[in-house]
């Protein structure tokens, strides 16, 4: 089975086992597959995908549209022979399986974040693995959620993004202040300057 690497902190970034995929022939199609990935807990009808990425065009050729770019993204990122597929789409919506063998590094963020939140302990500096996750979140960081993607002339996505942006911005400040306090704490002063 192929293993699928979505890379969208910073700049997009899609390897199919190992090798980089550049079989996307718009930012359109790109854009598909990052909202498609990161809005994955619930199937996505047809007309609210065409709407959301061609909102300037009419209905019918929007689903025209959408119908290209998932074939192209399908194509791009082996679709047609992963078991299962990593694309479930009938004629009325489509979902991204999480289930599929993908790793996606905003999902890894989440989790390294969400599992030391989740974690009871006394003090913060003294917990080796929730250190160990904090960090984990800021390497995996690279910048911005889709740097330099332009899928253009579409508000309700450029809205959307930018409010995923400032979240996982938030997210990646408050975990670097966590770290520094808790280097200053343990008397790691080069350390929490870094942070």
Excluded at 4 to 28: N, W
Aim: charged share 30%; with cysteine.
């Amino acid at each position: 089975m192929a293993r699928l690497s979505i890379s969208l902190l910073g700049s997009f970034r899609v390897l199919l086992d190992g090798a980089p995929v550049d079989g996307f022939e718009s930012d359109k199609v790109r854009a598909l597959l990052v909202y498609l990935a990161l809005e994955s807990d619930r199937p996505h009808r047809r007309e609210c995908l065409a709407g959301l990425l061609w909102p300037e065009r009419p209905e019918r050729d929007a689903r025209h549209d959408l119908s290209q770019a998932l074939y192209n993204l399908r194509r791009a990122i082996g679709d047609h022979g992963a078991e299962p597929p990593r694309l479930l789409a009938d004629r009325q919506a489509v979902q991204f399986d999480t289930s599929s063998d993908c790793w996606l590094d905003v999902t890894a963020f989440n989790g390294a974040i969400e599992a030391c939140q989740g974690h009871t302990h006394r003090r913060l500096d003294l917990c080796e693995p929730c250190l160990e996750r904090l960090q984990q979140a800021v390497d995996l960081y690279r910048g911005n959620l889709l740097e330099g993607l332009a899928p253009g002339h579409s508000l309700r996505f450029e809205e959307w993004l930018l409010l995923r942006q400032e979240r996982l911005h938030r997210m990646v400040v408050d975990a670097l202040y966590q770290l520094a306090a808790c280097c200053e704490r343990r008397g790691e002063h080069r350390h929490a300057l870094e942070y």
